[in-house]
């Protein structure tokens, strides 16, 4: 078969600054991240080297203050840098989303002090944040959350675990939501934990259908003492503090979904035109034409969904609403889009000889996390009829 080389995507970019960067992403891509990526998953291995290179390169602070070594892109670029990178590998997308999500609490909610102390090791001194809201028995009702924080004078001793914990075992600091008070969202509160703190580990990481090279695991917090100036906002702020990090991190998990489907589209275009049936190409054939128009179709529907509730986050507009719909529409088109993919491919679709079995299997995590496509229904039908009357 002809080797049918993927055309980049056409990208609306509102500077020239943001398309230099959108280049130097297309170049990491592909010279640091795609030639290792079939083996890394397989081996499990996690490309720690990758993050330390996006660190040097300013992309891993994008769309935070250039005060704290920040990009100070608009999410709308910034989503964008997430799709290429997704592209090229989820691991790596997604884990610079969920880098993104630790470093948020303290961006938006953190003082002038503790800002210019921990800020710019976060977004630009190599080191890897993950986030801790989920535990064993309270994942879609964050609010139930059973994870202790104790005042005991100018620190507080937070006990209990976490679970599904991207980066868990391998962080340098964890973005920690913990029950300070009493029942219920009022009586949680924001801490941010060093990754090497006392009392603090992690469970083996779990053993995943997909994404194999990014650790996912429990994390145990034992007596682990945090100083009070760690503390993240006021106390009782911290379910408000997630939830307005959970909105923004929507958005970035409907970009990286755009990108493997992106990825998978363009794997099975080119096996179409060049794979031989009947004395011509299996494109020439009007189903699955079809097919290819209505993947093509759906990702630029996600796309450009994204970037709508995108443009609304950086005009300073609500967007809740529109980062559930993307997050929705564009999972659920990952899925729908590496799925179909597969069977362009035939059997060689269901081989690791090609990688769009890799894709299809890493696009279901992406209806799973930062809210199941269930509960980004139920925020859908809130915001458009009102609270459940029950």
Known sequence: MPDRAPQPVDRQLPTDEARD???????IAQREIAPKVAEEEDAGRFPRD???????????????????GGGDQPYEVYLQVLEELAAARLTVALGVSVHSLACHALANYGTKEQQAEHLP????????GAYCLSEPSS???AASLRTKAARDGDHWVITGTKAWITHGGIADFYTVLARSGGEGPRGITAYLVPGDAEGLSAAPPEKKMGMKGSPTAQVHFDGVRVRDD??????????????SALDSGRLGIAACAVGVAQAALDEAVA??????????PISDFQGLRFMLADMATQIEAGRALYLAAARLRDAGRPFSKQAAMAKLLCTDTAMKVT????????????????????????????????????????????????????
């Open 121 to 128: 090791a976060m977004l630009g001194g190599g080191l890897l």
């Open 271 to 280: 096996y179409a035109t060049g794979r031989q049936q009947f004395g011509r």
């Open 50 to 68: 990758v993050f330390r290179l996006l660190s040097e390169s300013g992309l891993l602070g994008l769309p935070y203050d250039s005060e704290y």
């Open 21 to 27: 960067l959108i280049s130097l992403v297309r170049d």
């Open 339 to 390: 799925t179909d993919a597969v069977q362009v491919l035939g059997g060689y679709g269901y081989t690791a000889d090609f990688p769009v079995e890799r894709y299809m299997r890493e696009a279901k995590v992406l209806q799973i996390v930062e809210g199941t496509n269930q509960i980004q229904r139920m925020v859908i039908a809130r915001h458009l009829a009102g609270p459940d009357s029950r």
């Open 139 to 141: 994942g879609s009702d």
């Open 230 to 243: 760690r503390r993240i906002g006021d106390e009782g702020q911290g379910f408000a503090i997630a939830l």
